[in-house]
């Protein structure tokens, strides 16, 4: 029964890991490509540092 369970928890860490590596490399990539539209716009953005 021990044997089980733990492979149990094994297996759900193992998909938890999958499924949290393709949400983030998917958030990357749609920001990328956000990033990348928005670049022709046709307009710029400055970020000035206050001192």
Known sequence: MYAVSKATQSTQRAVCMLM???IV?????????????????????TVTQLQ
């Open 20 to 22: 949290s590596v393709a």
């Open 25 to 45: 490399a998917l958030s990357l990539t749609f920001g990328a490509v956000g990033v990348k539209s928005m670049e022709h716009v046709g307009y710029s953005v």
